[in-house]
């Protein structure tokens, strides 16, 4: 089968490589769609602490399933799935919490197993167990469905942020992750959304997200504006949907007493402090809360809600590539050129 290998930092390859060998309770999946992720881009460049070379990574993955292990039950050759990457143990104290996005034990398809830059991949069995191979609606394309990975994550946010009815919500980035933020506020009956951002393209491309107001981070200031809107009291909720220090900052300055920031995009590892005057959160008591990533069940509200169109994929798949194409896509995804880069391989 066709594949792009990472062989290791920075040299990726396509390259014919034996097919996957099916082993019990595994799926086999002919790959249609694989999204490229932020985190591919990280990965080509950086590496990963899970990623051992050769890897084929990849993880936002559509398909059909060809092939069935021994004592599979539930699922049929020809079947239209969607893979959550992310692999929940099931049994430790977090799973067993109801925390799977935090699971102990963790593992992912891309980094601890190969993904879907690849024809075909293998779905392990505790992902087939533990519910990461998801129905694709039926109105929904396989390009379209990949898309659920990083909407599970959108949504698992914004449930650690509990947006909600009436909430002010700032968000701050405009690229794929801010804008289904933005989105997804909106459907959780946020009042008012406020996308902000740095870059007046990326600004320009997201108005398709039906944002209530949109900042230029270049020409205005966003703290006197969000008070403007607020009558004087801060955003209800800030979702950080970038991986910057100042940004993080920022956030700090324009929560609403009581309210909740949530980084959700990491900051380089090398860097990973910022400046947090503590005494905001003290006299204002709002909350911080992260967001890392999802579990299958975030994937499954996921494609329903793409399957609904409530949030249209359409709108966020900016390019499709072959698999012989993927530098350029990592390329593309790099410059911030589009939203979501799809390959087809
Ligand atoms: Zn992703
Ligand atoms: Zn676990």
């Not at 955003?235 to 700090?252: C, H, T």
Request: proline share 5%; hydrophobic share 40%.
């Amino acid at each position: 089968m066709r594949t792009a290998v990472l062989e290791e930092i920075e040299k990726l390859e396509v390259k014919e490589v034996p097919e996957p060998i099916l082993e019990e309770g595994e799926i086999l999946i002919q790959v249609k769609s694989c999204a490229i992720c932020g985190t591919d881009v990280k990965v080509f460049h950086h590496g990963h602490k899970h990623i051992r070379f050769p890897r084929i990574t990849g993880h936002e993955v559509s398909g059909v399933i060809v092939a069935l292990g021994k004592n599979v039950e539930g699922y049929r050759k020809g079947e239209r799935v969607a893979v959550s990457p992310a692999i929940p143990c099931g049994r430790c104290y977090y799973c067993r919490r109801g925390i799977e996005a935090m699971c102990d034990k963790l593992t992912a398809i891309g980094y601890h197993y190969d993904g879907g830059f690849a024809q075909f991949m293998k779905v392990p069995r505790l992902a087939v167990r533990n519910g990461c191979v998801n129905p694709i609606p039926e109105n929904l394309s396989f390009e379209e469905a990949s898309l659920a990975e990083p909407l599970a994550c959108v949504i698992n946010g914004q449930e650690l942020s509990k947006v909600g009815l009436g909430d002010i919500v700032v968000i701050l980035g405009a690229g794929p992750i801010g804008c289904f933020h933005s989105e997804l506020a909106r459907i959780k009956g946020a009042k008012k959304v406020i996308l902000a951002e740095i870059s007046p393209e990326r600004l320009k491309r997201a108005k398709f997200t039906k944002s209530n107001i949109y900042v230029n981070l270049d020409k205005e200031n966003l703290r006197q504006r969000v008070l403007e809107e607020t009558e004087g009291r801060g955003a209800d909720k800030v979702i950080v949907a970038v991986g910057s220090k100042k940004a993080q900052e920022d956030s700090l300055r324009i929560v609403a007493k009581c309210g909740i920031v949530n980084f959700f995009g990491g900051l380089p590892k090398d860097k990973p402090t910022i400046n947090f005057d503590s005494n905001l959160l003290h006299y204002r008591e709002f909350y911080v809360v992260g967001t890392h990533g999802s579990a299958p069940r975030h994937n499954q509200l996921a494609l329903n809600v793409l399957g609904n169109r409530r949030i249209d994929a359409k709108n966020y798949i900016t390019e499709k590539l072959p698999l012989t194409e993927i530098k350029k896509g990592l390329q593309i995804a790099e410059e911030r050129k589009g939203l979501k880069i799809i390959i087809q391989p």
